[in-house]
């Protein structure tokens, strides 16, 4: 059958003895490249890397494998994955693994249990993981972790400093005092809080870094309002602030409702209805700021002062954390190494008069 000019054959893929033959050298040569291998001359390694480009070879995983006798897949154990923080923070992890040449394969629980947590575990097992990434958001989780014994290296993602395990975290603490900080310098006399669910580590760290700047700064700490991340809690929360000021609380030593650090973005967009409802304007009469920095915070009327997460951090030093301890056989004394990750505060107009 002749070849029509419209019908190409399929260009087959270079292989590694394509590359020996481009470079010059033995396909020995090239694997020692490809693993990253000491005894190579630098002259001869920068020969084979512009073969490699020149042919646009890449490596095949499943051979590579089959040698190394590793699966060169790694395992994450989420909850929640719904919500902006887990989303985010699965996708850098599984973004991150890509980039270090392995597979994710992850499963997703309901709620965090010593039993779901094993059972997990023994699924991934099953599957080969060479080790895992366990998101820990709820202390319930931490609590469970804690009780099961790990047939590989593990890493958290966001569960505290107290664990024997080696961790990840974006600093909380540091992002609910930048905030907090933030609006006690705009005039504000104390700054209220709308918090998220108190099995949340995260809500925690946020709760405990708003209140120690209060403290510092010798404020009244008002009350913590408490929401579940969603923009409904946040609208009950706001309505009951918007009460506040718009019955003008008589009572004795009332607290001025001037300021408003919201736990997360979705709250805020909740909090700042309520306001509007109310005839409230912000920030005219009550200055707002969330947490998240949610990539419609800077559309909302006026654009939301947030503290921002930088989620590819997270999952860059957990995926390096994770293959440090595979190449060690979780040996490497890092039981107690905790990463911790500082976000930013973001200033837009919700917390500043235009």
Same mark, same amino acid.
Request: aromatic share 6%; hydrophobic share 40%.
């Given at each position: 059958?002749?070849?029509?000019?419209?019908?190409?054959?399929?260009?087959?893929?270079?292989?590694?003895?394509?590359?020996?033959?481009?470079?010059?050298?033995?396909?020995?040569?090239?694997?020692?490249?490809?693993?990253?291998?000491?005894?190579?001359?630098?002259?001869?390694?920068?020969?084979?890397?512009?073969?490699?480009?020149?042919?646009?070879?890449?490596?095949?995983?499943?051979?590579?494998?089959?040698?190394?006798?590793?699966?060169?897949?790694?395992?994450?154990?989420?909850?929640?994955?719904?919500?902006?923080?887990?989303?985010?923070?699965?996708?850098?992890?599984?973004?991150?693994?890509?980039?270090?040449?392995?597979?994710?394969?992850?499963?997703?629980?309901?709620?965090?249990?010593?039993?779901?947590?094993?059972?997990?575990?023994?699924?991934?097992?099953?599957?080969?993981?060479?080790?895992?990434?366990?998101?820990?958001?709820?202390?319930?989780?931490?609590?469970?972790?804690?009780?099961?014994?790990?047939?590989?290296?593990?890493?958290?993602?966001?569960?505290?400093?107290? #664990? *024997? $395990?080696?961790? &990840?975290? !974006?600093?909380?603490?540091?992002? @609910?005092?930048? %905030?907090? /900080?933030?609006?006690?310098? =705009?005039?504000?006399?104390?700054?209220?809080?709308?918090?998220?669910?108190?099995?949340?580590?995260?809500?925690?760290?946020?709760?405990?870094?708003?209140?120690?700047?209060?403290?510092?700064?010798?404020?009244?700490?008002?009350?913590?309002?408490?929401?579940?991340?969603?923009?409904?809690?946040?609208?009950?929360?706001?309505?009951?602030?918007?009460?506040?000021?718009?019955?003008?609380?008589?009572?004795?030593?009332? #607290? *001025? $409702?001037?300021? &408003?650090? !919201?736990?997360?973005?979705?709250? @805020?967009?909740? %909090?700042? /209805?309520?306001?509007?409802? =109310?005839?409230?304007?912000?920030?005219?009469?009550?200055?707002?700021?969330?947490?998240?920095?949610?990539?419609?915070?800077?559309?909302?009327?006026?654009?939301?002062?947030?503290?921002?997460?930088?989620?590819?951090?997270?999952?860059?030093?957990?995926?390096?954390?994770?293959?440090?301890?595979?190449?060690?056989?979780?040996?490497?004394?890092?039981?107690?190494?905790?990463?911790?990750?500082?976000?930013?505060?973001?200033?837009?107009?919700?917390?500043?008069?235009?």
């Amino acid at each position: 059958m002749s070849r029509t000019a419209g019908n190409p054959t399929p260009r087959r893929a270079p292989t590694m003895a394509d590359v020996a033959q481009v470079a010059g050298v033995s396909h020995q040569t090239v694997s020692r490249v490809l693993s990253d291998h000491p005894n190579v001359r630098e002259s001869t390694r920068e020969e084979v890397q512009r073969a490699i480009e020149r042919l646009g070879y890449r490596r095949n995983s499943s051979a590579r494998a089959l040698v190394t006798r590793r699966t060169l897949t790694l395992g994450v154990v989420a909850c929640n994955p719904t919500l902006f923080g887990p989303s985010s923070t699965l996708f850098s992890l599984e973004e991150a693994a890509r980039e270090e040449g392995y597979l994710v394969s992850t499963v997703t629980l309901r709620r965090y249990s010593a039993t779901a947590l094993r059972e997990a575990i023994e699924h991934l097992s099953g599957w080969g993981v060479e080790g895992i990434v366990v998101i820990v958001p709820y202390r319930e989780a931490v609590n469970a972790l804690t009780e099961l014994s790990l047939p590989f290296p593990v890493v958290t993602v966001e569960g505290g400093h107290t #664990l *024997p $395990v080696p961790g &990840v975290s !974006v600093d909380q603490e540091l992002g @609910a005092q930048l %905030v907090t /900080r933030h609006l006690l310098a =705009a005039g504000h006399s104390t700054v209220w809080h709308v918090a998220g669910p108190r099995d949340w580590l995260e809500a925690e760290a946020r709760i405990s870094g708003w209140r120690r700047v209060l403290e510092e700064a010798g404020a009244v700490v008002p009350p913590v309002l408490e929401g579940d991340w969603t923009p409904l809690s946040g609208y009950r929360a706001g309505q009951e602030l918007a009460g506040r000021v718009v019955g003008g609380d008589t009572r004795a030593g009332a #607290l *001025p $409702v001037s300021a &408003v650090f !919201v736990a997360n973005d979705q709250m @805020a967009l909740g %909090v700042q /209805r309520a306001f509007r409802e =109310a005839g409230l304007s912000v920030p005219g009469h009550v200055a707002l700021a969330g947490f998240d920095d949610i990539p419609e915070a800077e559309y909302f009327a006026p654009p939301l002062t947030s503290v921002r997460q930088d989620f590819a951090a997270v999952g860059q030093a957990s995926i390096r954390l994770l293959l440090s301890r595979i190449e060690s056989g979780g040996r490497s004394g890092a039981e107690d190494e905790h990463v911790l990750i500082e976000p930013r505060l973001i200033v837009r107009g919700s917390s500043s008069p235009t």
